[in-house]
């Protein structure tokens, strides 16, 4: 799969200050240590992959990023202001949007209803406030079609599109509601190869309306079909940030493992892994 | 797999046809119910029952039934349970009983002290069962019991001994309050259809129905809030969100804790208006009021097409619901049919609506 040449990378400039910056960020949770010093930070209209494999503390990252978590120690920035999330909501005022494994989209409602979820535009004074259903369906409908999403109808109920669909509903929402950094966990990790691909090229798109983008992972080669700057997360802790061209996939992917017990894989499986 | 949905003209999207996008409403299974229901009874039943009287006759308790039935629906679209509705029915009027015969209050008092204790409730409920996380049913099962037995030990403390507290009739006689409450509802409009002939009079001139009772306007207005607030306003979407997935409702930003807790309230506060209506029309109160009915207003609300996960149902449906019901109960009185089929057409009636609701669901969220 030739991905990578599909999009163009390298927009942001390399010395512009980043949006959102994390510094030496620690999380315990009782007397285990989730996060020991993991530093990053993100761009406006760059795709920075956080990488990681499974217990890497990825999850446990991305959630203090977003206002679920609070860290135990570090400092999170916003445009150079320090910020002090305690729960989703500010971070999603703040510009930084996520979009969770789960979506956060409810299958038995309409895609309307699930773009708007939480933030429903109204009309009328007093108890006269009523939803502006019709700013909802055509905006939904205007941005899914941006996105390359063809409804049926805005009152189509979200358990009817395929995985790959519902990832942009969420992803469009986010960039919809204003969200100057995007926090995609694992978008790709349940998908098929074209739906994979729709959900890059979503990506990119979002990245080119000068989005800040991080894209979490443990996909190698959907990382480096978007990515401009990489960084491996393991046990806890950042093993560096290197730029596109500056690393190679199997460099990532034996980071990611922590090295040695991956390259004696690597061999008996003949580099398929 | 599906994989290739994406395409600009999707060839493997069949065009839907009005019945497809008919059968999406929650509220159709309630409303062919009601249609099949109604045949029946013109087929089988004593033409009186669909006179004009025959009608209020059966409305009257769908009506009582129906306030309940609307507070669970809501509550069930917001992914919890109340069983203990019946019983607040109970404890709500013994409240209202106490206050206008015990301690003497007019109604603009013990109305809204009555709503306020229910309300209260209510959030009590709520919060223990958002804040320990346990199913809605154990924890409101649990004041099922708390609120009958309550209703009993307060009953007997109220009225030296007696299960049933009397004279509530002469306490409220003369309220200003009491017409919203109580009795018939548009006399004066009545009187003047009776005039021009279109309805029908005793020989002296009064009319044979001297208005609609009061508990069928406020069925019918609360109907109609609960329904603009579910499809019309944000807070609407919050229910169904709440209902739909907890989870992910919260982390798009919607006061789950909020709306759950408002929507107990909200169901409580329904049963203390079935109570304040009802003891005001009796003039007493007794424990046994509201027995049972928290089952038979949840048994409405799934006819009405409420899922019993959450996150689907609708206010209207939950009102045909409970006409299908008033009209069984009171219906097979006119037919020569033994009443005690009620129950067996009870549960009939939810076991289909259960097995049709649960394949609308399929139908609704595309699963196979």
Known sequence: MALDTNFHHGDSPKDAPPILEMRDIEKHFGNIIALAGVSFDVRLGECHCLLGDNGAGKSTFIKTMSGVHKPTKGTITIGGKPMNFSSPREAMEAGIATVFQDLAMIPLMSVTRNFFMGREPTKGVGPFKRLDVERMNEVTMTHMREMGINLRAPDQAVGTLSGGERQTVAIARAVYFGARVLILDEPTSALGVRQTSNVLATIDRVRKQGVGVVFISHNVRHAMAVGDRFTVLNRGKTLGTARRGEITAEELQDMMAGGQEMAQLEGSLGGTV | ?368
């Not at chain 2, 009506?63 to 629906?73: R, S, T």
């Open chain 2, 1 to 368: 797999m599906a994989d290739t949905a994406q395409v600009i003209q999707d060839e493997r999207l069949k065009k839907e046809g009005l019945g497809t996008r008919l059968l999406r409403r929650p509220e159709l299974g309630a409303i062919a119910g009601f249609v099949l229901v109604t045949a029946f009874f013109l087929y089988t039943a004593d033409g009186a029952m669909f006179t004009l009287s025959g009608i209020l006759n059966f409305m009257t308790p769908a009506a009582q039934l129906g306030i309940l039935a609307i507070g669970a629906a809501m509550l069930m679209i917001g992914g919890e349970f109340d069983l203990s509705i019946g019983s607040m029915v109970a404890f709500a009027g013994l409240i209202f009983g106490a206050g206008v015969v015990t301690l003497g209050l007019p109604l603009i008092l013990a109305i809204p002290l009555t709503l306020m204790v229910a309300a209260g409730i209510g959030a009590i409920n709520g919060s223990i069962v958002l804040k320990t996380g346990l199913p809605s049913f154990i924890v409101t099962l649990a004041f099922l019991f708390i609120l009958r037995g309550a209703s009993l030990v307060g009953l007997k403390l109220a009225s030296n001994g007696s299960t049933q507290l009397r004279g509530i009739r002469d306490a409220v006689e003369g309220d200003w309050l009491a017409p919203l409450f109580s009795g018939d509802a548009l006399g004066p409009l009545f009187v003047w259809l009776a005039d021009i002939g279109l309805v029908e009079t005793f020989s002296n001139g009064t009319p044979k129905v001297t208005g609609i009772p009061v508990e069928i306007i406020w069925f019918v207005v609360i109907t109609l809030v609960a329904t603009y607030v579910l499809l019309r306003t944000p807070f609407g979407n919050w229910i169904f969100a709440s209902g739909g997935d907890r989870d992910a409702a919260s982390n798009s930003g919607v006061p789950v804790r909020r709306v759950k807790i408002s929507l107990f309230m909200f169901a409580a506060c329904c049963g203390a208006i079935v109570a304040i209506i009802t003891v005001m029309d009796a003039g007493s109160t007794d424990a046994r009021r509201g027995f049972m009915k928290e089952f038979e207003a949840i048994i409405a609300a799934v006819i009405g097409g409420c899922l019993l996960t959450g996150g689907y149902g609708s206010a209207i449906g939950a009102f045909f619901g409970a006409l299908i019901f008033g009209m069984v109960t009171i219906g097979l009185t006119y037919t020569d049919f033994d009443q005690d089929w009620f129950q067996v057409f009870l549960g009939g009636m939810l076991l289909i609506a259960v097995l049709f609701n649960n394949y609308i669901r399929k139908r609704v969220t595309g699963e196979r």
